[in-house]
């Protein structure tokens, strides 16, 4: 398969960077590729890709060393995500929701013993999924109805999340809950704790094979150590992961925009039309072009924001560059998508080739972990002068 121009900051040689972006990508075309289509029809994730996902270390890429992970750096995190969904975008949901929300969670905000129990888990099998989202509480993300009510030093969790990615498959869940005079708090609820129910799955648009489902709590106990951070501070843990986890969907969209513009190009140039390559029309050219000045341009963004990130900048500085970032690869990954389709023609809308997948996941982009008026919402605020929340 071509593959389309990447930034020059991809170019270094012999870096652990580079090593890692070459393996994750040979795996996902050799491993992940062949199960795409079955995997979005089925909206599941084949079993065996789950414990190939941990053999190869995908699952577990920021843990430390002393904990069973890689010990790798957030980059090479976006690395992964990116080279996953460049051939499937659902499963990258999953390695990114498990990799950024739930296990950079525990080491950025857990505690030690914390750390210790569950972090080596988290690297060894165990998948983790993340709750917040509610019927009321999406965009308005801590209009929660879900309540923990104190019980003694613990707490009983009560109430029902809706659209939570990797559910189907999680035997961890990171949820939020109101505590009565508190407000918003963390919790690690284990899935098959009692009164833990995960319901089937939604049935979605795209990025199917991220095991959606809404997990609701009945009554459920939690001791107080599976309490993330203080009582109350569910919303500053909460807002931490998903600035992180906007870098990742950014990188899931980067990969999906390069996965449908390699597509296209290889068609356009395969593809004969009264006598000559479609590769050699203007009409075909030019938006090919346009969309590989626009990847290029999201992908040296989210490479500025890592670097605000892992420098640990300003926190406004890291708010608004999260937020330009995620915003501006889900608009690319919309528009190569959709160019990708119609250089396909015909084929584009049907599943012989995967860019018409490609189109119903890049939708997804534009809503999860901030919806694109919710992203200029936050910049708007900051470029005049607010704290972008």
């Not at 500053?236 to 600035?243: H, I, K, P």
Request: hydrophobic share 45%; net charge negative; no cysteine.
């Amino acid at each position: 398969m071509t593959t389309s121009p990447v930034h020059p900051s991809e170019q270094r040689d012999s870096t652990a960077d580079d090593r890692w972006r070459e393996h994750v990508r040979h795996f996902a075309d050799t491993e992940i590729a062949p199960l795409s289509t079955e995997m979005d029809k089925t909206a599941t994730l084949d079993p065996g890709l789950r414990d190939r996902l941990f053999a190869e270390g995908l699952m577990a890429v920021e843990i430390p060393r002393a904990y069973g992970g890689r010990g790798a750096s957030l980059r090479q995190v976006l690395i992964g995500i990116e080279e996953v969904a460049r051939v499937d975008p659902g499963v990258a949901v999953g390695v990114d929701v498990h990799n950024i929300l739930v296990a950079g969670t525990i080491l950025r905000h857990g505690t030690g013993d914390q750390r210790r129990q569950y972090l080596p888990l988290l690297a060894s099998g165990r998948i983790g999924a993340f709750a917040l989202s509610e019927e009321q509480a999406g965009s308005d993300a801590f209009a929660l109805t879900t309540v923990a009510r104190r019980v003694g030093a613990d707490y009983v969790l009560t109430g029902r999340k809706r659209w939570t990615s990797n559910a189907r498959n999680a035997d961890l869940v990171l949820t939020f809950a109101h505590v009565e005079g508190s407000g918003p708090t963390a919790f690690l609820v284990p899935t098959d704790a009692e009164g833990v129910t995960v319901d089937d799955r939604v049935e979605q648009l795209g990025v199917r094979a991220a095991a959606t489902s809404d997990v609701v709590f009945d009554a459920t106990p939690v001791g107080a150590a599976r309490r993330i951070g203080p009582v109350g501070g569910g919303q500053v843990v909460a807002m931490a992961a998903l600035d992180l986890g906007r870098l990742g969907i950014a990188a899931q969209m980067i990969g999906l925009a390069r996965g449908a513009l390699d597509t296209a190009i290889d068609y356009s140039r395969a593809r004969e039309q009264f006598g000559t390559r479609i590769a050699d029309y203007q009409g075909v050219q030019f938006p090919l072009a346009e969309v590989a000045a626009q990847l290029a341009a999201a992908r040296a963004l989210l490479n500025e924001s890592v670097e605000l990130f892992e420098r640990d900048s300003d926190q406004i500085d890291r708010l608004r560059a999260a937020a330009m970032t995620k915003y501006l690869a889900a608009e690319v990954a919309e528009r190569a998508a959709s160019v990708a389709v119609e250089t396909l023609g015909g084929n584009g809308f049907t599943d012989a080739y995967p860019v018409a997948r490609f189109y119903r996941d890049a939708k997804a982009g534009k809503i999860y972990e901030g919806t694109a008026n919710l992203l200029l919402r936050n910049i708007a605020a900051i470029l005049l002068g607010g704290t972008g929340r």
